[in-house]
């Protein structure tokens, strides 16, 4: 079986919306606040803290095989097998749960398909994301349960305009970074060379510092962390 091989959440708080219902029949009734969160949001806790993940209605494929996943306890107990700090920390892998500290890790999967390729260039690997990893298929398709969070680093103008060039079709670029995007990768961060090669399917909405903790995490020559790392998941909506 092929290794998983990833060449390879920027936090953004949920929006909280407030509605008042009154009527003439109960003037003196209290107003009833009502909380909405756009997104599915799943909760990953670990042994460095916890971390908040909202998962993006536009990329439903990746979103749905993700929260089947997570309600069939799939993760539970699983360990980020690979982190390498300012680049992402990576788990998923069903071999992990009873690994000792000699395998190697970054192989296994769920059953099923992979799950083809979303991309979409609004998503940009900026510090905090969820990504699926992938082995090197010409399809680009993700493995049906390996994933990543981006931590990244800064970039500068040259090195996001030579992503933009490395990316065409036919000699013509197939995307350009928005001056929005641009300030992201030079002020927050991130992995942009990974761009329009995985899918982007979600973001840390709370955590981004528990990324760095398990980043900086001390690793082995495969960088697999020297202590095991596990995760348990759950559904918060």
Do not use: W
């Amino acid at each position: 079986m092929k290794k998983i091989i990833l060449i390879l959440a920027l936090s953004i708080v949920a929006v909280n919306l407030f509605s008042q219902n009154a009527t003439k029949a109960k003037p003196a009734a209290a107003a009833k606040p009502a909380t909405a969160v756009k997104g599915r949001l799943v909760l990953i806790t670990t042994d460095y803290g916890s971390i908040t993940v909202k998962l993006y209605d536009s990329t439903p494929q990746h979103r749905d095989n993700f929260i089947k996943l997570v309600k069939q306890g799939f993760y539970d107990s699983l360990m980020f097998h690979r982190v390498i700090n300012e680049f992402m920390i990576q788990g998923g892998d069903p071999t992990s749960k009873y690994a000792d500290s000699t395998a190697m890790l970054g192989a296994g999967e769920a059953p099923g398909d992979r799950i083809p390729a979303e991309f979409n260039p609004a998503y940009i690997h900026k510090k905090g994301v969820l990504a699926a990893a992938r082995d090197n298929n010409p399809e680009k398709a993700s493995s049906n349960c390996q994933f990543y969070i981006v931590q990244g680093r800064k970039s500068s103008d040259e090195e996001l305009n030579s992503i933009e060039c490395n990316v065409r079709q036919g000699g013509d670029l197939l995307f350009r970074y928005t001056e929005a995007q641009r300030k992201i990768y030079k002020t927050v961060g991130g992995t942009p060379f990974l761009d329009q090669n995985y899918t982007v399917f979600g973001e840390v909405v709370k955590g981004l510092d528990v990324i760095d903790k398990i980043a900086k995490a001390p690793t082995n020559s495969g960088d697999r962390p020297v202590k095991n790392i596990r995760m348990k998941m759950k559904m918060l909506n």
